[in-house]
């Protein structure tokens, strides 16, 4: 009955990505049967420590993440787990053989996040890296099922793709970060004085990035790609309306792609698709 409790697990994986994040669910739901449930794994498995470190302010955080950063190495060493979430990482973990490095590079920007709230450019890169970029590595290890070469060729591009998904993430949520968390990820930046030069150069990184980013796209599988090339989509739209707006306005909305919107970049990612011109 293994199967079942394995079963099980992985809903809850489908569950959590399903209810934090519908974009990322309906790209998952593009790629192909056999790569949706891993991938839903590992979103659950990074929701829960970021919900730790973001969400349980009334709770011992640190606690709490060094226990579950125990339970994911125990999970995975012993190969089973009571925590849904963590079985069925560990599912994923052993089955793609993703590495352990990667794993620890996540947690050590979770702890990051327990203490640091103004970042150099050193720190600012090691937590890109660690929050972001290992989790498109993870991703990218479900990808290629194992094909260790053409990983390491598409290496730089899976980093650069989670890098600049975690940047729009830090400029869509600055209100939430700095007036309530007390985190700025940017260096050398002060949010309250926040100017057009220095807006115009974080998105002319991130910039980089997406162009970086897509040409990796361009030579997954198959079975990936189109999945992959509308969560680009979906960010490279989002990083366009931010880029629209002026400074005063991030800090006290959060910018949204409307259901509409989402559906319109769905509609003509399948047209380039279907036409090849991706």
């Known amino acids: 009955m293994m199967h079942l409790f394995h079963e099980v697990s992985q809903h809850c994986s489908r569950i959590t990505t399903e209810r934090y994040s519908t974009s990322f669910s309906s790209a998952i739901r593009l790629l192909h049967t056999d790569l949706r449930q891993p991938i839903y794994n590992i979103y659950g498995f990074v929701r829960f ?9 009334e709770h011992d955080k640190k606690k709490l993440l060094t226990a579950f950063k125990k339970e994911t190495y125990d999970a995975i060493n012993e190969q089973i787990s009571l925590n849904p979430i963590l079985q069925s990482f560990q599912l994923t973990v052993n089955q793609y053989k993703i590495d352990p490095a990667l794993i620890e590079a996540f947690f050590n920007s979770m702890e990051m996040d327990l203490e640091k709230q103004v970042y150099n450019s050193a720190g600012y890169q090691e937590y890109i890296y660690g929050s972001a970029e290992v989790v498109g590595l993870m991703c990218l290890y479900v990808f290629l099922e194992g094909d260790t070469e053409v990983y390491k060729k598409l290496k730089p591009y899976a980093q650069s793709l989670g890098a600049a998904f975690q940047k729009v993430n830090f400029l869509r949520d600055v209100k939430a970060d700095y007036t309530q968390l007390d ?7 002060d949010f309250s004085s926040f100017s057009d030069r220095q807006k115009q150069e974080i998105e002319a990184d991130i910039q980089k990035d997406f162009e970086h980013a897509y040409q990796g796209i361009i030579r997954l599988p198959v079975k990936a790609r189109f999945g992959v090339y509308v969560a680009y989509k979906y960010y490279l739209s989002l990083f366009r309306r931010i880029k629209q707006l002026q400074p005063a306005r991030i800090m006290h909305e959060r910018v949204r792609i409307p259901n509409y919107g989402k559906l319109m970049i769905l509609l003509r990612a399948g047209v380039r698709n279907q036409l090849n011109l991706m």
């Open 49 to 57: 420590a970021d919900e730790i470190v973001d969400t349980f302010h």
């Open 183 to 189: 985190r700025t990820y940017f260096p050398g930046l």
